[in-house]
Protein backbone atom coordinates (compact mmCIF):
# COMPACT_ATOMS: atom_id res chain seq x y z
CA UNK A 1 0.00 0.00 0.00
CA UNK A 2 3.28 2.00 -0.11
CA UNK A 3 1.87 3.13 -3.65
CA UNK A 4 -0.71 4.35 -2.90
CA UNK A 5 0.92 6.93 -0.32
CA UNK A 6 3.42 7.92 -3.36
CA UNK A 7 0.30 9.12 -5.06
CA UNK A 8 -0.92 11.21 -2.45
CA UNK A 9 -3.76 8.80 -1.00
CA UNK A 10 -4.27 8.80 2.91
CA UNK A 11 -3.71 5.47 3.98
CA UNK A 12 -2.35 3.56 7.10
CA UNK A 13 -1.72 -0.41 7.49
CA UNK A 14 -1.69 -2.63 9.71
CA UNK A 15 -0.68 -5.58 8.83
CA UNK A 16 -0.57 -7.62 12.25
CA UNK A 17 -3.57 -5.90 13.74
CA UNK A 18 -6.47 -8.07 15.25
CA UNK A 19 -9.60 -8.43 13.29
CA UNK A 20 -11.84 -6.70 15.72
CA UNK A 21 -8.96 -3.71 16.01
CA UNK A 22 -8.99 -3.44 12.23
CA UNK A 23 -12.50 -2.86 11.77
CA UNK A 24 -13.05 -0.81 14.66
CA UNK A 25 -10.86 1.58 13.55
CA UNK A 26 -11.89 2.02 10.08
CA UNK A 27 -14.95 2.49 11.46
CA UNK A 28 -14.36 4.86 14.20
CA UNK A 29 -11.89 7.23 11.51
CA UNK A 30 -14.46 6.19 9.04
CA UNK A 31 -12.04 4.70 6.85
CA UNK A 32 -12.13 2.04 3.53
CA UNK A 33 -10.99 -1.54 5.01
CA UNK A 34 -8.79 -3.14 2.46
CA UNK A 35 -8.03 -6.63 2.98
CA UNK A 36 -7.72 -10.04 1.52
CA UNK A 37 -9.48 -11.46 3.89
CA UNK A 38 -12.83 -12.26 3.12
CA UNK A 39 -14.13 -12.69 6.91
CA UNK A 40 -13.04 -9.12 7.99
CA UNK A 41 -15.28 -7.66 5.52
CA UNK A 42 -18.80 -9.05 6.38
CA UNK A 43 -18.32 -7.56 9.67
CA UNK A 44 -21.67 -5.36 10.38
CA UNK A 45 -19.74 -2.54 11.30
CA UNK A 46 -17.54 -2.23 7.88
CA UNK A 47 -18.89 0.09 5.76
CA UNK A 48 -16.58 0.25 3.19
CA UNK A 49 -14.76 -2.32 2.13
CA UNK A 50 -12.79 -3.85 -0.67
CA UNK A 51 -11.67 -7.78 -1.29
CA UNK A 52 -8.34 -7.31 -2.89
CA UNK A 53 -8.01 -9.59 -5.61
CA UNK A 54 -4.64 -9.34 -6.65
CA UNK A 55 -1.79 -10.79 -4.60
CA UNK A 56 0.25 -8.32 -6.69
CA UNK A 57 0.87 -4.89 -5.14
CA UNK A 58 1.30 -3.07 -8.61
CA UNK A 59 -2.25 -4.58 -9.46
CA UNK A 60 -3.54 -4.15 -6.26
CA UNK A 61 -2.58 -0.24 -6.53
CA UNK A 62 -4.97 -0.34 -10.01
CA UNK A 63 -7.96 -2.33 -8.30
CA UNK A 64 -7.93 0.17 -5.25
CA UNK A 65 -7.63 3.41 -7.73
CA UNK A 66 -10.97 2.22 -9.87
CA UNK A 67 -12.92 0.91 -6.93
CA UNK A 68 -13.05 3.74 -4.87
CA UNK A 69 -12.10 6.21 -8.46
CA UNK A 70 -9.42 7.75 -7.22
CA UNK A 71 -7.32 8.38 -10.50
CA UNK A 72 -8.37 12.12 -10.76
CA UNK A 73 -7.37 13.22 -6.81
CA UNK A 74 -3.59 11.86 -7.58
CA UNK A 75 -1.19 14.12 -5.60
CA UNK A 76 1.82 12.32 -6.62
CA UNK A 77 4.82 13.00 -3.62
CA UNK A 78 3.04 14.56 -1.26
CA UNK A 79 2.64 12.37 1.31
CA UNK A 80 5.17 10.74 3.78
CA UNK A 81 5.79 7.04 2.76
CA UNK A 82 7.24 6.30 6.40
CA UNK A 83 3.72 7.57 8.02
CA UNK A 84 1.47 9.28 5.89
CA UNK A 85 1.83 12.75 6.96
CA UNK A 86 1.67 15.34 4.32
CA UNK A 87 4.82 16.48 3.38
CA UNK A 88 5.69 20.67 2.77
CA UNK A 89 8.30 22.23 1.27
CA UNK A 90 11.46 23.17 3.44
CA UNK A 91 14.26 25.34 3.38
CA UNK A 92 17.62 24.12 2.63
CA UNK A 93 19.00 25.88 5.69
CA UNK A 94 16.73 24.78 8.03
CA UNK A 95 17.11 20.91 6.75
CA UNK A 96 20.55 21.07 5.68
CA UNK A 97 21.77 19.26 9.04
CA UNK A 98 20.34 16.36 8.11
CA UNK A 99 21.43 15.41 4.56
CA UNK A 100 24.36 13.91 3.41
CA UNK A 101 27.49 16.12 1.86
CA UNK A 102 26.33 14.90 -1.39
CA UNK A 103 22.82 15.47 -1.30
CA UNK A 104 23.91 19.30 0.12
CA UNK A 105 26.22 19.97 -2.72
CA UNK A 106 23.91 18.59 -5.67
CA UNK A 107 19.94 19.57 -4.38
CA UNK A 108 17.89 22.56 -3.62
CA UNK A 109 14.62 21.65 -3.35
CA UNK A 110 13.31 19.83 -0.28
CA UNK A 111 10.36 18.35 1.18
CA UNK A 112 10.06 17.49 4.44
CA UNK A 113 7.12 14.99 6.70
CA UNK A 114 5.25 17.03 8.53
CA UNK A 115 4.87 14.24 10.83
CA UNK A 116 7.89 11.99 11.62
CA UNK A 117 10.64 15.40 9.51
CA UNK A 118 11.54 13.06 7.25
CA UNK A 119 13.22 14.68 4.47
CA UNK A 120 12.51 14.15 0.10
CA UNK A 121 14.43 15.41 -2.48
CA UNK A 122 14.73 14.22 -5.86
CA UNK A 123 17.53 11.62 -5.80
CA UNK A 124 18.35 8.80 -7.76
CA UNK A 125 15.46 7.06 -5.51
CA UNK A 126 12.94 9.28 -6.93
CA UNK A 127 13.62 8.52 -10.90
CA UNK A 128 12.73 4.65 -9.82
CA UNK A 129 9.65 6.01 -7.84
CA UNK A 130 8.57 8.16 -10.65
CA UNK A 131 8.87 5.06 -12.74
CA UNK A 132 6.53 3.13 -10.66
CA UNK A 133 3.81 5.99 -11.23
CA UNK A 134 4.00 5.93 -14.72
CA UNK A 135 3.87 2.06 -14.42
CA UNK A 136 0.57 2.58 -12.07
CA UNK A 137 -0.73 5.26 -14.59
CA UNK A 138 -0.07 2.87 -17.88
CA UNK A 139 -1.98 0.12 -16.11
CA UNK A 140 -5.08 2.72 -15.35
CA UNK A 141 -5.15 3.63 -18.88
CA UNK A 142 -5.19 0.69 -20.63
CA UNK A 143 -8.09 -1.01 -17.93
CA UNK A 144 -10.51 2.45 -18.51
ZN1 LIG B 1 6.64 11.09 7.95
Known sequence: ???????GIDVVYDRDGEDRQLVEAASRLNRALLTRDRHLLMHAAVRHGHYLRSQNPLEQ???VLHRFDLAPVLTPFSRCLLCNAPLERAEKQ???GQLEPLTRIYYDQFRRCAGCSQVYWSGSHFEKLQKRIEAIRNRLQTQA
Open 1 to 7: MRDLRLL
Open 61 to 63: TVE
Open 94 to 96: KII
